[in-house]
């Protein structure tokens, strides 16, 4: 099952600070380890 989000998340379970600016959209960077998940995902 493709879960980005335990990559994505802090110990606090809030969506990591380097990913979004606003704690709710993902930026580039956080549109980049989405897309690592998924080809991990994949293969």
Do not use: R
């Amino acid at each position: 099952m493709l879960n980005p989000w335990n990559a994505a998340k802090e110990e606090s379970g809030a969506l990591a600070e380097n990913l979004s600016s606003n704690g709710l959209d993902l930026n580039d960077q956080g549109h980049l380890l989405w897309l690592e998940q998924l080809v991990i995902w994949l293969k």
